[in-house]
Structure formats: C-alpha cells, structure tokens
C-alpha cells in the first residue's frame, strides 16, 4: 500500500502541473505584456498592415458565394485584422473561415453577436440558449457559468474567438426598441452578478467575451442603428446606473467592452458627437477615469447612429483618435486606414498609439494560440455543435427561469383527469406546449385565436367553455423577437380580460413588459415563460403539471403590482 501511495505523488504532481499550465493566465493582463511572437509579427508589417490589424470586415455566407469572395479579395489586399460574422450555416463558415485565414498574414480574430450562441445568427441550424431578459429570471447564477462554457466551446468548434457579449444595458425604459429583452432586467445589481457568470464562462472556455454597450444603453427609445439616440442624464445618474455594471466587472476583469453611438452631453457636449468617437469617452472616461486595459471595440461602425453626422470615413478616423483598438464594420476600410495614415503623418494621431493597439491585438490573438493556428475541420460539425449535452442545458436554463405570478393554488389544484378548455391566443396551431398539454389531459376542447377575430367569434368561444372545470389560457408572442406589446385587436384583449376573469391558469409566452397590454390581473395563476421558444413551453408545461417547481424571479418591475424579485 505504501509503495502504491509514493508512486502516485509524482503522477498526481504531473498532472496538477499539466492541469495548471493548461489554465489561461489573465487575459488583460497578457495583452498588456511584452511578448516574442507579438513582436515578430509586429515587425513583418507594413505600416498600413499594422493600422488594418484594427478592423474587422463584415462576414457572410447566405449572400452568395460572389460575395464571400469579394471579402476574401479585401482581406488579402487589405490585411485586416479580422472578421463580425453574420448569417450563414456553420459548414459554409467554417470553409469561409479556412478560405480567408489562408489569404491572411497574421491568423484573423473572428467576432461574433452570439448574445444567446450561435443561433442568434444561424438559427436554423445551431442552438439558441434563452434570452437575458429570461436568464434574468434565474436564481441560480451557476447555469449561467455552464451556458458561457459552452458557447465557448461552440465558439472554438467552428473556429470563432470573439463573443460580443454579455449585454450589460440596465434595461429601464419598457419602450426600449433596441436593447429590451437583451438586457438581464433593470436591477443593477442582478445584472452585475448575471453578466459576470456568462462572462467567466465564456473566458474560462478559451473566448474573448465583450461587456456592451458602454456607458449604457437600456434607457434610450431611439436604435441606433437608424439614429443617434439622446442620453440626457446626470453625470450622477450616470455612474451611479448606466455605468454601475462596467465598473464592477472592470475591476473583475473584463476582457473587452463595446462603446455605443450615443449622444450624452454629461459625458462629451460637443454638438452630436457620438460616445463611440468620443475621446472623452473612450480616453478620459473609460481608459483613464475607470482604468479598463481590456480592449475597446467600436459598436458597428456602418450604423447611422454614429456615420449620420461624420460620413465619408471621418468617424472611422474619430474613433482611432479617440481611443479604440478595434472597429467593427467600417463603411470602407481601404479609405479609412488611408485617412488614419493621413493623420499619423499630419501629427493628428500618434503613430506610438497605434503601435501599442495593434501589439494589443495581436496579444489577444496570442492568447488565444493563433500563433499555433490549425484549419477547422468540417467532419461532424453540425452535430458537434448541437450536442444532446447542450439541448439539456438549455432546457435547465428555462425550467430554472419558469416565474409564477400571483397565487399558485391553481396549479396546485390542476387535473388532468377534469374537464379542461385550453384558450391559445396569437397562433393558429399546436405548439409545442399544446401538444404536450393535449397529451397529458384525459377530458379537454382546443381554441384558437390569432388575435384578430371579430366578436361574435369570440362569444362563441366564451359561451362554449363555460361549463369547463379549469380553463388554460396560453398567450403566444409568434413574432421573432418579442416586443413589448402584443399585437391583437381590442376585441381580442377584453376576450383575454374576460377569460382571465374566471380564475384562468395563464400562461404567458411572451416578453415580460407585455404583461402591461393585456388585461390577466384576475386570472387564478400566472405563468410567465418570457418566450414562445420551444424550450420555454416545455418548461411552462412542467410547472403547470407539477412536474418541477417554479423558481424563477421577476427580473424587471413592470408595475407597482408585479415588482422586480417577484415569483412564487
């Protein structure tokens, strides 16, 4: 026995080494260190090469194989540092990718809007973990460590590096038209704690993870992707709300923030400047002010947002100045790194500045071993990337963020065996949560409304459920993103009113705020699930059968009877 134990120390030292040299070191801490490769790399550049490790060119693969190579061809003449991906399906990304790193000098960093994975942009064909706004629900910040580990892991399996996300935008403006159901709710503190869990995840599984958008954009009803939205708060309100959740996980380590097209003349009052090319922003507030090191990236540079006011390639200029080390998604990148060049030789920008960014880039690349870069293999990707594992954790991720609202004797009471009227509002057909109920129930009648029908149709309805020993009635929110009001007529909403009345089990598939445009005060139960998504109904299935019980909390106040931190 004892012989046994001493030749285990050495392998359990052995292996605790490996273990520990396999740990990623502090990412912001690395980019700001000197590095062998970085500096070989650095001095095999052109000076136009170095300035165009800055940019990120716009990827897709669902315009076209013409397209794909048009962006190649740039990529090749222009050297850029790397790619924003947009919609396509993963195989065709993946030989996307292989085809532009073969062009490229210096391996590409690849970027992402992957707020809810990969399927923010391949829905078709990838996997979609929950919202924000629904992860705001969960109590369990764990799964929400789980869910950054595997976007992570998606992320390297296709070939990707860079996750613009977590959102930190407290959302407290209900008629938010851009950030809304992104946003983890409109609690500071609970969105600090959610942002921080999907961020380590994500960091911990090998991927670069950006808090946006800086300093805040969850109180504005202008997107800026049409516009230049208007922030006229107090310097005060500012860092005491908008601002909270970037300080707190600055100082905990965040690796990159996006800065926002907004106007906000607390923070810079020069007449329509954008915060995005703000030097008082990005430099004196956010680098200076705040101490961030992390990498700063424009938001998409080709929003009207922030070109509306500075076109022709003067905003592109205007965020180098101010302090950015990657732009996403220049109008023209071949015009801006000429005019950058332009302004280094006019004494405009420092040409040390530029240096210190492009080094700062390519120690991210280093970090994530783009020095060691291999081709990603296409074989098994589709089902790599949609892993019984992952369903599994999606759906924990919605059973945990089920929030019941009001009472729940209803649902304790509920039989499956007593007669059962269910009432679906805003779809024409079974979805996933009907055919599960239907499959369930021994005694029941299906209606449907779309949401448009005239009145006698819905009499009708009301006249034949009334002898129905429990009534279900289901709200679905079928449109792609859900919006903060629904979508049916007044005839449809005093129907919902009326059904409601007689102590209604409802369960809404929704955004939150939606709540407000319909009238279920009086129903028995509420039952809000956040989203139409299948994942979401099974889990509003659960809870109405007793299945599991319902933890989630608001995660938004959307009025003084139904608060922030409310659920049975």
């Known amino acids: 026995m004892i012989k046994r134990i001493i030749f285990l120390i050495p392998f359990l030292v052995c292996t605790l080494s490996t273990l520990q040299a396999q740990k990623k070191v502090d990412f912001v801490t690395f980019i700001n260190q000197q590095h062998t490769w970085v500096d070989s790399v650095f001095n095999k550049l052109t000076p136009k090469e170095r300035i165009a490790q800055l940019f990120l060119v716009r990827a897709h693969t669902n315009l076209g194989q013409k397209y794909i190579d048009s962006v190649a061809n740039v990529i090749k003449k222009e050297q850029l540092g790397g790619l924003v991906v947009f919609q396509g399906g993963p195989v065709r990304h993946a030989n996307m990718f292989n085809q532009y790193q073969k062009v490229s000098k210096v391996p590409l960093l690849i970027t992402f809007d992957g707020e809810w994975g990969l399927g923010m942009r391949m829905q078709d064909s990838t996997l979609s973990y929950p919202y924000q706004m629904t992860l705001g629900a969960i109590q369990n910040d764990n799964l929400l460590y789980e869910m950054g580990r595997q976007v992570a892991k998606d992320?390297?399996?296709?070939?990707?590096?860079?996750?613009?996300?977590?959102?930190?935008?407290?959302?407290?403006?209900?008629?938010?038209?851009?950030?809304?159901?992104?946003?983890?709710?409109?609690?500071?503190?609970?969105?600090t704690k959610k942002a921080k869990q999907y961020m380590d995840g994500m960091v911990d599984g090998g991927i670069i993870a950006s808090l946006k958008h800086f300093p805040g954009h969850g109180d504005t009803d202008v997107d800026s992707h049409y516009d230049l939205p208007q922030l006229n708060f107090t310097r005060k309100r500012l860092d005491t709300l908008e601002m909270y959740p970037f300080k707190e996980l600055i100082k905990q380590g965040a690796p990159a923030i996006m800065v926002a097209h907004m106007h906000i003349p607390a923070l810079d009052n020069t007449p329509n400047m954008p915060s995005s090319i703000s030097k008082k922003v990005v430099t004196d507030l956010l680098r200076r002010e705040l101490g961030f090191?992390?990498?700063?990236?424009?938001?998409?540079?080709?929003?009207?947002?922030?070109?509306?006011?500075?076109?022709?390639?003067?905003?592109?200029?205007?965020?180098?100045?101010?302090?950015?080390?990657?732009?996403?998604?220049?109008?023209?990148?071949?015009?801006?790194?000429?005019?950058?060049?332009?302004?280094?030789?006019?004494?405009?920008i420092r040409q040390a500045d530029i240096d210190a960014r492009v080094k700062r880039v390519l120690a991210s690349k280093l970090w994530l071993s783009l020095d060691k870069y291999k081709p990603t293999t296409t074989r098994n990707l589709y089902a790599d990337l949609n892993t019984a594992s992952a369903k599994t954790l999606i759906q924990r991720l919605a059973d945990a963020s089920v929030t019941v609202l009001k009472s729940d004797r209803r649902i304790q009471d509920f039989n499956p065996s007593d007669e059962t009227a269910v009432v679906s509002i805003g779809i024409a057909s079974a979805q996933d949560f009907e055919k599960g109920l239907q499959s369930q129930l021994s005694n029941y009648t299906q209606y449907y409304v779309s949401g448009k029908e005239d009145k006698d149709y819905l009499d009708s309805i009301s006249k034949l459920i009334r002898s129905n020993d429990q009534l279900v009635l289901a709200i679905h929110d079928n449109r792609t993103r859900p919006r903060s009001e629904l979508d049916f007529s007044k005839e449809v909403q005093k129907f919902i009113d009326k059904l409601a009345r007689r102590k209604a089990i409802t369960v809404m598939f929704t955004n939150p705020y939606a709540i407000e445009s319909v009238d279920i005060n009086r129903?028995?139960?509420?039952?809000?699930?956040?989203?139409?998504?299948?994942?979401?109904?099974?889990?509003?299935?659960?809870?109405?059968?007793?299945?599991?019980?319902?933890?989630?909390?608001?995660?938004?106040?959307?009025?003084?009877?139904?608060?922030?931190?409310?659920?049975?």
């Open 155 to 191: 992320f390297l399996r296709l070939g990707m590096h860079f996750n613009f996300a977590p959102v930190v935008d407290i959302n407290n403006n209900p008629k938010n038209p851009v950030i809304n159901f992104r946003s983890f709710g409109d609690n500071k503190q609970n969105v």
């Open 293 to 348: 090191e992390g990498l700063i990236v424009t938001d998409a540079m080709d929003m009207k947002g922030v070109k509306k006011f500075f076109p022709n390639g003067e905003a592109d200029v205007m965020a180098i100045e101010a302090g950015h080390d990657l732009l996403e998604v220049s109008e023209n990148s071949a015009r801006a790194i000429d005019l950058i060049e332009k302004s280094i030789a006019s004494g405009r």
């Open 523 to 568: 129903s028995g139960s509420i039952i809000l699930s956040y989203q139409n998504d299948n994942f979401m109904q099974k889990a509003a299935l659960k809870v109405l059968l007793n299945q599991i019980k319902p933890a989630g909390k608001l995660p938004v106040t959307l009025s003084k009877r139904y608060k922030f931190g409310q659920g049975i």
